[in-house]
């Protein structure tokens, strides 16, 4: 079965940093597309960021040049490093594993971590 | 990128059809068979439902179904039943490796 748990949300202060974690089961992070895509309280889905198999990234206008995604293909994890955050970036943060071929969400997802920016 | 335009919300009868529009531009819905839809609810994570623009996972009930004309894309369900109240996104691939969602649409079932 395959699974995907976050961590490493909580409150944290306007312009200040976190990292987020998404430890990975069943499949293979490096063999595969990984996403993060977030979810404003109340509000609609936004796609965050991308690591191609590859390890090329890409980046939502919104968060280019504050967060970083990465991967540990030892750990078979995924993270997201969020530095200089601001309130609208609070949101529940969900990792998804992306099919190429259709540019879809075909799943799994994580449950998701609640980020939280506010002074 | 500008998100997709969706109704706030659609209501309809069990057993009735309804469809839910996601509108968007030339440079996302309009060049690319890349539209996907999904269904959340509450505190859930998103379901994929429709992808490129028509087509069905398997095990998604054929009652759901896509279609598309121009920059709009629709979603309908047919016979509707009550465990289908509640929130669905439309998403669109928009080039250079970038996506763009829709503000969602909340199903009722009266």
């Known amino acids: 079965e395959v699974q995907l748990v976050e961590s490493g949300g909580g409150l944290v202060q306007p312009g200040g940093s976190l990292r987020l974690s998404c430890v990975v089961s069943g499949l293979t992070v490096r063999d595969n597309y990984m996403t993060w895509v977030r979810q404003a309280p109340g509000k609609g889905l936004e796609w965050v960021s991308l690591i191609y198999s590859g390890g090329s990234t890409w980046y939502a206008d919104s968060v280019k040049g504050r967060f970083t995604i990465a991967r540990d293909t030892s750990e078979n994890t995924l993270h997201l490093q969020m530095n200089t955050l601001r309130p609208e970036d609070t949101a529940v943060y969900y990792c998804a594993r992306l099919d190429w071929n259709s540019k879809a969400w075909s799943g799994p997802w994580g449950q998701g971590t609640l980020v939280t920016v506010s002074s | 990128q500008s998100a997709l335009t969706q109704p706030a919300s659609v209501s309809g009868s069990p057993g009735q059809s309804i469809t839910i529009s996601c509108t968007g531009t030339s440079s996302d819905v309009g060049t690319y068979n890349l539209v996907s839809w999904y269904q959340q609810h509450p505190g859930k994570a998103p379901k994929l439902i429709i992808y490129e623009d028509n087509k069905r996972p398997s095990g998604v009930s054929n009652r759901f179904s896509g279609s598309k004309s121009g920059n709009t894309a629709s979603l309908t369900i047919s016979g509707l039943q009550a465990e289908d109240e509640t929130d669905y996104y439309c998403?669109?691939?928009?080039?250079?490796?970038?996506?763009?969602f829709g503000g969602g649409t909340k199903l009722t079932v009266l």
């Open positions: 998403c669109s691939y928009a080039g250079s490796t970038t996506w763009v």
